[in-house]
T-cell receptor, first 113, second 114 residues
Framework: GNSVTQMEGPVTLSEEAFLTINCTYT??????LFWYVQYPGEGLQLLLK?????DKGSNKGFEATYRKETTSFHLEKGSVQVSDSAVYFC????????????FGKGTHLIIQP | DGGITQSPKYLFRKEGQNVTLSCEQN?????MYWYRQDPGQGLRLIYY???????QKGDIAEGYSVSREKKESFPLTVTSAQKNPTAFYLC?????????????FGDGTRLSIL
């Protein structure tokens, strides 16, 4: 079946540090890949997406590249801010239709001033 | 503004009681979804629906029921058969049949047991 594995948290960084949150997946065919962000007490917001191999999704300084050869979709940001503190979820939508997303367990990111 | 509205924000259930969580969207999306989120866990799919009057079980449907009588609405009932209902419940919607289209989420309902 489909699965998503992302690094355990919490991840604690200082402001302006470089961020990487690892995400790898298992799926048949060519899934679409997503990163969502969740702030305390809220639902999920789409951060970025990629729909085919070598696509790079980007938004608000965050980037992730769809790597089929390593089945990975790592999230990166060059300089994090306190306001980036949140829980980040990697997710995939399998080939064949919109039958629901498969999520990783989430990574809690804490940025200290 | 278009979006997804979940209500109530907090809900308490007594033993043996059924409770219904509301989800309404004005995005004109065909597909709607219910997920359950537990602390330290990712989201798990409960039910989903691609069109009115049709819905499918997700990975953890036992103890839950849904209906889809209107395109805009997809209520979730947590029945007394669900023995561990305490969780954060999220409703989402998306364009039907488009796997590369993102899902839009509501702000969730937190269900607790009295």
């Amino acid at each position: 079946g489909n699965s998503v594995t992302q690094m355990e948290g919490p991840v604690t960084l200082s402001e302006e540090a470089f961020l990487t949150i690892n995400c790898t997946y298992t799926a048949t065919g060519y899934p679409s890949l997503f990163w969502y962000v969740q702030y305390p007490g809220e639902g999920l917001q789409l951060l970025l997406k990629a729909t085919k191999a070598d696509d790079k999704g980007s938004n608000k300084g965050f980037e992730a590249t769809y790597r089929k050869e390593t089945t990975s979709f790592h999230l990166e940001k060059g300089s994090v801010q306190v306001s980036d503190s949140a829980v980040y979820f990697c997710a995939l939508s399998p080939r064949g239709g919109a039958d629901g997303l498969t999520f990783g367990k989430g990574t809690h990111l804490i940025i200290q001033p | 503004d278009g979006g997804i509205t979940q209500s109530p924000k907090y809900l308490f259930r007594k033993e043996g009681q059924n409770v219904t969580l509301s989800c309404e969207q004005n995005l004109n999306h065909d597909a709607m979804y219910w997920y359950r989120q537990d602390p330290g866990q990712g989201l798990r799919l409960i039910y989903y629906s691609h069109i009115v009057n049709d819905f499918q079980k997700g990975d953890i449907a036992e103890g839950y029921s849904v209906s889809r009588e209107k395109k805009e609405s997809f209520p979730l009932t947590v029945t007394s058969a669900q023995k561990n209902p305490t969780a954060f419940y999220l409703c989402a919607s998306s364009t039907r049949g488009e796997r590369n289209q993102p899902q839009h989420f509501g702000d969730g309902t937190r269900l607790s047991i009295l």
